[in-house]
């Protein structure tokens, strides 16, 4: 009787053991999914903010270059517009001293 008891005792932890076991790897596996599918979760929200990051990036420094072009541009042409004036200004003293001297070798 002394043995049958302990033979069911043994087999009853035994078996507890056993259900605790498969309780556990079940548990881990859940867990090592669960990390796998946060790792794989975190890689694509990183890769999707890096090319947001990047297009923001490249329409930043799109738009500063098209100010700078837009600056170069219209110191550019005051430098163009100076240069005329410039040249009207000259021509014009030229074009009177031209007839000052037809004038007075008129007279």
């Not at 790897?25 to 975190?42: A, F, M, S, V």
């Not at 098209?66 to 240069?83: Q, S, V």
């Amino acid at each position: 009787l002394r043995r049958d008891i302990e033979d069911n005792h043994r087999t009853a932890v035994d078996a507890a053991k056993r259900e605790y076991e498969a309780v556990r790897l079940e548990q881990e596996r859940r867990h090592t999914n669960e990390i796998n599918e946060l790792k794989e979760k975190l890689l694509l929200e990183k890769q999707s903010w890096e090319e947001n990051y990047m297009k923001k990036q490249e329409t930043s420094l799109a738009g500063k270059e098209r100010e700078l072009r837009e600056h170069m541009k219209r110191e550019r042409d005051k430098e163009i517009e100076k240069i005329i004036s410039q040249f009207e200004s000259d021509t014009s003293l030229t074009k009177e001293e031209a007839e000052r001297t037809a004038e007075n070798r008129v007279k």
